[in-house]
């Protein structure tokens, strides 16, 4: 079945260049747009898309309230948000992971970087891998790093399972983490659904914030 996308953005012109380069796509149907959050947010709850491709700074509504709209609906199944902006250091979407939603693009990323981000979120998976994404993590977490402390959770966790959040924190996939480690794919993702469990994550974004916030990764 087609990945289905609602696009969110209070510039037309976006809205209509992103629709038309997913909707090239044949796994990709684009279902719907809103020109500001507060439209989105009642969007997602109509139309239940897989994917949310959601503006950071919009009227009515800006992008992170819409979000956490969303991600707190609870809907089965979930509904991803990947946010768009233009900064690549920008508050805002720091505190959206810290939410709940999958990653966020650059709204100058290449074309085909915005149809792979679509797949990656629709698939479950954060959008943590591209060297920005990183970036902003480790900077903004390291203008908070006055108010890091160590996260009593972690104190819950196994050996293996910090070390499995640290990779994950780090932006390696499950089967990276496997050939890291000379372990199955499975077995990662048996440790990694601990992690997720113990510490009460929702998604691999979550546990690159917890795991910078915390201080068991540094930026660097």
């Given at each position: ?8 953005d ?55 309230d819409?979000?956490?709209?969303i ?13 768009l ?83 994950v ?22 440790h990694?659904?601990?992690?997720f ?9 979550q546990?690159v ?12």
């Amino acid at each position: 079945m087609a990945i289905t996308v609602l696009i969110a953005d209070d510039q037309a012109m976006v809205r209509q260049g992103f629709g038309a380069l997913l909707a090239a796509q044949p796994d990709i149907s684009v279902i719907g747009d809103a020109p500001d959050g507060k439209v989105a947010v009642a969007e997602a709850a109509r139309l239940r898309p897989d994917v949310v491709l959601m503006d950071v700074r919009m009227p009515e509504m800006n992008g992170l309230d819409a979000a956490r709209s969303i991600l707190s609906a609870g809907f089965d199944p979930p509904v991803r948000v990947l946010m768009l902006t233009t900064f690549d250091i920008d508050d805002y979407v720091y505190e959206a992971l810290g939410l709940g939603a999958s990653g966020f693009l650059l709204k100058d990323a290449p074309a085909e970087e915005l149809v792979r981000a679509v797949r990656v979120v629709a698939a479950g998976e954060a959008l943590l891998a591209p060297t920005v994404t990183r970036r902003l993590i480790a900077e903004v977490t390291m203008r908070r790093s006055a108010r890091r402390t160590p996260s009593p959770a972690l104190a819950a966790l196994t050996p293996r399972e910090r070390e499995i959040l640290e990779l994950v924190a780090r932006g390696m996939s499950n089967t990276e983490i496997a050939e890291a480690l000379f372990i199955a794919e499975q077995t990662v993702k048996t440790h990694v659904s601990k992690v997720f469990t113990k510490l009460d994550l929702r998604d691999r974004a979550q546990a690159v914030v917890l795991a910078y916030e915390s201080g068991l990764v540094t930026p660097g």
